[in-house]
């Protein structure tokens, strides 16, 4: 079987729950450990959806694939699928608590490390907007 575990400040990370009101998305870097290729990104962990319960449509909170996720880049993926995923270090960077938070610090380290200019990286593009407002919840903690 194929190793795809996710790396947290060098440790395993691999909760049997996570719960959505502290994490809403992280930011993550893989590596491929052959040609030392990076690609930085981030990764929603629970998506809103509905459930109906006695006829009722009932709001809920579904885990998304982050556990099996290697990316948004066509390229990086069609490595993972040739090569094997054992082949590639997954590791979080930040936990963010919303999306604009995520938003701000994948855009942060993908500019921090020129992720579009330096050909090291996978990444193509850097998307991003985000207000100050909605960035509270960084302005009081550390990065």
Not at 72 to 97: M, Q, W, Y
Not at 117 to 132: H, P
Request: with cysteine.
């Amino acid at each position: 079987t194929a190793i795809m575990t996710w790396l947290y400040r060098d440790e395993i990370y691999d909760p049997k729950e996570v719960d959505p009101k502290e994490v809403y998305a992280f930011v993550y870097e893989i590596e491929d450990l052959d040609t030392g290729r990076l690609y930085i990104g981030k990764k929603v962990m629970f998506f809103k959806g509905f459930k109906s319960v006695k006829k009722k449509r009932k709001r809920i909170l579904k885990e998304s694939d982050w556990r099996e996720y290697y990316g948004s880049s066509d390229v990086l993926n069609e490595e993972v699928a040739k090569r094997g995923p054992s082949r590639f270090k997954r590791t979080i960077l930040h936990f963010c608590p919303n999306k604009a938070v995520a938003n701000y610090l994948e855009a942060m380290e993908q500019f921090k490390f020129n992720a579009i200019l330096d050909d090291r990286y996978y990444n193509e593009q850097i998307r991003v907007r985000v207000t100050r407002s909605q960035l509270k919840a960084l302005k009081d903690s550390p990065l």
